[in-house]
């Protein structure tokens, strides 16, 4: 049997358990430069704010409904979903981290456990423990207790935040409640494919001929009609390295000066150069590009982008930031307003097993001075020790106007406590 266990309207409830006067009220958070809505709270969704919605054109509705809206913190998120993680690491040995807000676990050798009481358990102690609520949903295969988790998260007061599909009645009704624009892995193309073919439920979805699905969709597809019908055809997914790696922004506000953008660069670029050393690898190049905002008609608009082969495989920051720099020489253009940069480094090599190039090669002496670096942000805060070229002020150079303090990841805004 497999379990989903996610985590209710996540970036919301986490504002909340540090601010208990939010519950009840309608919370919604934003994305990067308090673009668009990316969580709501069951109050705000009541409201009709929708997933996406444009924060400048809810301005009014923030205000009439008195909303509270919160930036986006996600070094907070991160840390809670970490916390809520290891939680349920104990319920089982195996289990897949599907995002940062829903998590897989498999139950072999549980056949003498009630389940619907062992996740009820698991749920008791997630909300005890870190005050995120979660809703978990049990069956024999991925999909259907992905089905579960969203007829529990549906039905609260009915299925207590759990359910379990666990016969082939409750299959069939929980595939014909669940339309098939919802079903995990359908993806909007096929919603609207599937619709103008007159289905609308998943077990409408499951009806179709295997043939064709393989034709007019994929053999995933297909694999996920199986798997809804109750055969276990997806596994748990093991924890892989990534393939690219990439940092990429929207500025606080628009830059022009050469100068500005390379700060920015640098700073990505490094932010990549940690994370490839986490992983253990080093990239054989990378990609940079800027843009001015597309949404800004009345500016003059551009674009630019280049991939550059590097010389060696590296993970320095050095010189990673220094090759970046190099290829944004050759894109940047003067006379624009910029508002997004990004780098992306490609091509990964491990770090132990670097192919050693005859004319040139990374300093080995950066090696110990990365350790020495990645040691001491991770002891003294993110981003402590930075290169020259970098701003020695704000690291994310974003419109955050309702940032929350990151109470679990900053000594200076933990909780004081006065008795």
Request: hydrophobic letters at 40%; aromatic letters at 10%.
């Amino acid at each position: 049997m497999f379990a989903l266990v996610d985590c209710n309207n996540f970036y919301a409830s986490c504002e909340r358990v540090f601010n208990p006067a939010l519950n009840e009220k309608p919370v919604v958070v934003l994305s990067n430069n308090d673009g668009c809505v990316i969580s709501r709270s069951n109050e705000a969704k009541a409201l009709g704010i929708p997933m996406g919605a444009p924060a400048f054109k809810y301005e009014d509705v923030f205000k009439r409904e008195d909303v509270k809206v919160f930036s986006a913190n996600f070094p907070l998120y991160g840390d809670m979903s970490r916390r809520v993680m290891d939680i349920l690491s104990d319920f089982t040995p195996e289990m897949e981290i599907y995002s940062i807000d829903e998590s897989f676990l498999k139950f072999d050798g549980f056949e003498n456990y009630d389940l619907r009481e062992y996740a009820i358990k698991i749920r008791q102690k997630v909300l005890k423990w870190t005050g995120i609520p979660v809703s978990i949903g049990v069956a024999k295969t991925k999909s259907l207790s992905k089905a579960a988790a969203h007829i529990a998260k549906k039905f609260p007061d009915k299925t207590e935040g759990v359910y379990v599909i666990d016969t082939d009645e409750k299959i069939i009704k929980a595939l014909k409640w669940l339309k098939v624009g919802d079903v995990w892995g359908i993806g909007r193309r096929y919603e609207k494919k599937l619709n103008e073919k007159g289905v609308r439920t998943a077990f409408e979805f499951t009806q179709l001929s295997d043939q064709y699905i393989k034709q007019q969709m994929s053999v995933v597809s297909l694999y996920l009609k199986r798997d809804l019908l109750g055969e276990p055809i997806l596994r748990l997914e093991e924890a892989q390295s990534k393939k690219n790696i990439a940092t990429t922004r929207s500025f606080d506000k628009n830059y022009t000066k050469f100068e500005d953008i390379s700060e920015r660069i640098s700073t990505f670029a490094v932010m990549c150069a940690e994370k490839l050393r986490k992983q253990n690898s080093c990239c054989n190049s990378l990609v940079v590009f800027i843009r001015t905002n597309k949404h800004k008609n009345s500016l003059k608009q551009y674009s630019g982008s280049i991939k550059v082969k590097l010389p060696f495989a590296t993970n320095s920051n050095i010189e990673i930031a220094k090759f970046a720099n190099s290829a944004l020489k050759q894109i940047f253009k003067e006379g624009f307003e910029y508002k997004k940069a990004g780098v992306i480094v490609q091509d990964f090599s491990d770090a132990g097993v670097v192919q050693q190039n005859l004319f040139e090669n990374s300093d080995q002496r950066h090696v110990a001075l990365m350790n020495s670096i990645d040691y001491i942000n991770r002891n003294f805060g993110q981003q402590k020790v930075r290169l020259a070229t970098q701003d020695q002020g704000k690291v994310w150079k974003m419109k955050q106007e309702n940032l929350s303090p990151k109470y679990t990841t900053n000594l200076d805004d933990i909780i004081t406590i006065k008795v």
